[in-house]
């Protein structure tokens, strides 16, 4: 097993020692080197090959977001993480482009350890080095914004009040936009319009508005992306997927953040698909003419070198997501007309892959499958037909607020 190979750039040599102890149990699986200035990680990036690289941004000379972008030109295949302090949020915001995650000095040792196990995780999922460096190529690369890392912290207050969340969103004029869209958005059937953030907050629930922030900001059209992919049909397939798919965990009476994790992956399923459709057009039309025969499976690997699961998932954990989150897109799609591979499948695979068929307005080409549950399993008859209710039109403010 190839050990992996991780990057420190910081010009404080205190903050590296301080990182060195920090990360010393993990001696024995990962290889850590150190570099007190960008120009000393970018001479040994070209003779090395390194899977993770963090750096601080406030360098003397080249400063951290110009190594991040230098990196991403070069080694594009090579994760890119900063580790920086408040006072530096102005080049943060610089090197938007070429990172893919924050962390914030003093970060805790066991927020590092995950970020980095998280961004390692990655590099595994995508296999195909060509498509990691496609990906981490890409300048424009989607990703969560501030305001959605802020709301997620505020919500994991047990002590937060739906007037909280609304004075944070009211900061952001962008975010309050798009939200107010969705929430109008025909999938909710709302009997009303809704003017502003505190009725939203007042009728959806605080997870559906989080959601909503998230699918705002990231599901948006990509740069170079083909005219015949609608990205607002994607993002209306991903909201209904993910309240039916909440429907689907409150029935089965799982837990809330089970449902909440389940949800998120239902909404950024074809996150990864915006990313590859726009740096590979011609294999997203090579999509579009696959055999109509073939698995959903073996049509989006025979065009993209990779599911559209697997793309979405190695973008969501290198920005840090749970891993529940990651661990269901990854297997996406389920074939659930095999009967095998149904039979195997988790409740949550399951759910997931019910939901997208059930919430299916054909954004993206292929058929969905008709098929029967299979005696025994997990997803018998009943548990089917009962799943398969919950996109009967109910009031969407009733079921998303049902269980919370």
């Known amino acids: 097993m190839n050990r992996a190979q991780i990057m420190f750039v910081d010009d404080d040599a205190g903050v590296l020692e301080g990182l ?30 390194v899977d993770v690289v963090v750096t601080d941004m406030q360098m003397p000379g080249i400063s951290g977001a110009e190594l991040l972008e230098a990196i991403r030109t070069l080694h594009p295949g090579t994760a890119r993480l900063v580790l920086s302090g408040h006072a530096d949020h102005e080049a943060i ?13 003093p970060c805790p040792a066991d927020v590092l350890d995950a970020a980095l196990t998280s961004a390692l995780r990655a590099l595994g999922l995508m296999a195909d080095p060509t498509l990691r460096s496609l990906i981490g190529s890409l300048a424009n690369l989607p990703k969560p914004p501030r305001i959605y890392t802020e709301l997620t912290a505020l919500i994991a207050r047990p002590d937060t009040s739906a007037a909280d969340v609304s004075r944070l969103l009211e900061q952001d004029v962008s975010s309050t936009t798009e939200v107010l869209k969705l929430v109008n958005s025909s999938f909710f059937g709302l009997a ?29 059209p990509t740069v170079g992306l ?20 909440r429907r689907i965990g409150q029935l089965e009476g799982w837990e809330p953040a089970s449902v909440n994790a389940l949800g998120l992956a239902a909404l950024l399923h074809d996150v990864g698909l915006l990313v590859l459709a726009s740096a590979y057009p011609d294999r997203w039309q090579a999509y579009l003419q696959a055999d109509r025969d073939a698995s959903e499976r073996d049509r989006q690997t025979a065009a993209f070198g990779c599911t559209i699961g697997q793309s979405s998932a190695y973008l969501l954990e290198l920005w840090g997501f749970p891993q529940a989150v990651v661990t269901t897109l990854a297997v996406c799609p389920l074939e659930l007309s095999d009967l095998a591979e149904r039979t195997a499948a988790s409740p949550d695979a399951l759910a997931l892959a019910v939901a997208r068929e059930l919430t299916d307005s054909r954004p993206v080409a292929g058929s969905t499958a008709v098929y029967t549950a299979a005696e025994g399993g997990y997803l018998h008859a009943d548990r089917l037909a009962a799943w398969r209710a919950v996109e009967e039109p109910v009031s969407a403010v009733q079921d998303v607020r049902a269980g919370s």
Not at 194 to 207: K, N, Q
Not at 226 to 245: F, N, Q
């Open 20 to 49: 060195r102890r920090q990360l010393w149990r993990r001696r024995e699986t990962w290889d850590l080197h150190w570099a007190g200035s960008a120009g000393a990680a970018l001479q040994y990036l070209s003779e090395t090959h």
């Open 93 to 105: 915001i610089a090197a938007a482009g070429p990172t893919q995650q924050y962390l914030s000095k």
């Open 192 to 220: 009303t319009d809704v003017s502003s953030i505190d009725r939203a907050v007042a009728l959806l629930g605080l997870d559906v508005i989080q959601a909503l922030v998230l699918a705002g900001n990231v599901l948006m």
């Open 226 to 245: 083909p005219p015949d992919l609608d990205t607002t049909a994607i993002a209306e397939h991903g909201m209904r997927a993910c309240l039916a798919v």
